[in-house]
């Protein structure tokens, strides 16, 4: 975790890359991999209708970021967020979804078979890789109804609420890991399906120096499927 | 200024064992729009080099410079004149000079002397948005001849008069009530690339 945090810190302040550049390219990689392991023509909704949980933070806003490109790729993203950070970032990326006539919930659907019915996929951007200690509210009710839901779970970067090294056991299983920048210590217990990398934007100098190890991206992709 | 993905991706096969790229910058927008697609092409494995003479004072606009900077993107002090040199040492030249907003007398130097010798090189010259010197709306005759041209957001009118093997159109990423108020049509998006071709490779 501590790794992942330096990472970001020595893009932030050694490459100046501004959090918006980042989480507009991290947002992109995961619509783009969701986009290769679930296309719409795979939905057995009616419609390809993706929720987007997205959480307090710059998970959350990455969540944001996703689901402005789910939409453009074809699908029909709906956004909860119910903890919104009153800073510009995160006001722009909401009015950037509105805009695109992406709806936001007032409330949580209670009952998990009501999601299943509405949505061919959840996408969980509620924690990211610096979450830390206890969850709070209303997000524990969220995560307590989506480990009951049938409809596959994409987490981007780490599955919220498990811990960022040791994982959860008894946490969410998301089908799909969206691993940004590089997998964090936790995406060895995952056991879903698809595997992906995305946040193609680390320099070279910086994965040498973290030991990132990273296989090559196919060609001029921002995704690479790891499973 | 959106946040949209400023990223080109022209896709030139290189005949070259190095792949090089030389990015010429202007000191406005599409300069920086040049910067943002050197440190993709470096991400990409491709080695850009920069000529950026006339740098933004803008701060967005510096810290991409710092970006490629600290990706070990060379800027070179000059530009050779002698044009053998460039057509030896580059694949391909990205023309990130002067877009749409330059009006034409605008930027005389360096970019006109930059221009002068762009016209003359015998590598494929890949323009960004506007073939830079071009009237945005009437084109230009005697000006530089791209061998590519990636349309940003729409093509502009000057595009008509674009003589090149590909034109490509980075315009996905436009909200759709843009994309009605200024009728643009754009044609279908191929899975989920950010550029389409325009007219297949002659």
């Known amino acids: 975790q501590e790794e992942a945090q330096a990472i970001d810190q020595e893009l932030f302040t050694e490459y100046k890359f501004s959090v918006d550049q980042l989480m507009e390219l991290a947002g992109l990689s995961c619509a783009t991999a969701i986009a290769k392991a679930y296309p719409p023509s795979s939905f057995t909704t009616s419609q390809p209708a993706v929720l987007v949980v997205c959480g307090p933070g710059n998970n959350g806003g990455d969540g944001l970021v996703c689901a402005r490109h789910l939409k453009m790729f074809g699908y029909e993203p709906t956004v909860y967020y119910p903890k919104r950070p009153s800073k510009a970032l995160f006001e722009g990326l909401t009015t950037q979804c509105q805009k695109m006539d992406i709806p936001f919930l007032s409330e949580f659907p209670a009952e998990p078979a009501l999601i299943d019915e509405l949505y061919g996929l959840v996408v969980d951007a509620i924690f990211g890789f610096s979450f830390k200690g206890a969850v709070r509210e209303p997000f524990g009710s969220i995560l307590g109804t989506l480990q009951r839901i049938t409809a596959p779970i994409a987490s981007i970067d780490i599955p919220s609420g498990w811990d960022v090294e040791k994982g959860k056991a008894d946490g969410l299983q998301p089908d799909m890991l969206i691993s940004l920048t590089a997998p964090k210590k936790a995406a060895a217990h995952f056991t879903g399906r698809y595997h992906f990398l995305g946040g193609r934007f680390v320099p070279a100098a910086l994965q040498q120096k973290y030991a990132l190890n990273l296989p090559p991206y196919p060609a001029t992709d921002c995704v690479l499927q790891l499973t | ?202």
């Not at chain 2, 436009?174 to 998006?189: G, H």
């Open chain 2, 1 to 202: 200024i959106p946040i949209s993905s400023r990223q080109a991706f022209p896709l030139p096969s290189l005949p070259r064992k190095q792949p090089t790229v030389l990015v010429v910058c202007g000191p406005a927008q599409n300069g920086a729009i040049g910067l943002v697609c050197a440190r993709h092409l470096r991400i990409f494995d491709y080695e850009p080099t920069i000529f950026y003479p006339k740098r933004s004072p803008d701060p967005l606009y510096r810290d991409f410079t710092t970006q490629c900077e600290k990706m070990d993107i060379p800027f070179l002090s000059y530009l050779p004149t002698e044009v053998q040199l460039i057509n030896a040492a580059y694949n391909a030249v990205v023309d990130a000079v002067l877009g749409a907003e330059a009006e034409a007398g605008e930027g005389r130097e360096p970019c006109a002397a930059i221009l002068a010798t762009l016209k003359h090189v015998r590598i494929p010259i890949v323009s960004l948005d506007v073939p830079s010197g071009w009237d945005v709306e009437a084109g230009s005759s005697g000006g530089i001849s791209p061998d590519v041209l990636v349309s940003l957001s729409a093509p502009k009118q000057c595009a008509r008069r674009f003589l090149g093997r590909q034109h490509f159109v980075a315009g996905r990423f436009l909200p759709y009530d843009v994309q009605k108020k200024f009728e643009l049509n754009p044609p279908e998006y191929p899975g989920t690339e950010c550029v389409v071709a325009l007219r297949a490779p002659r």
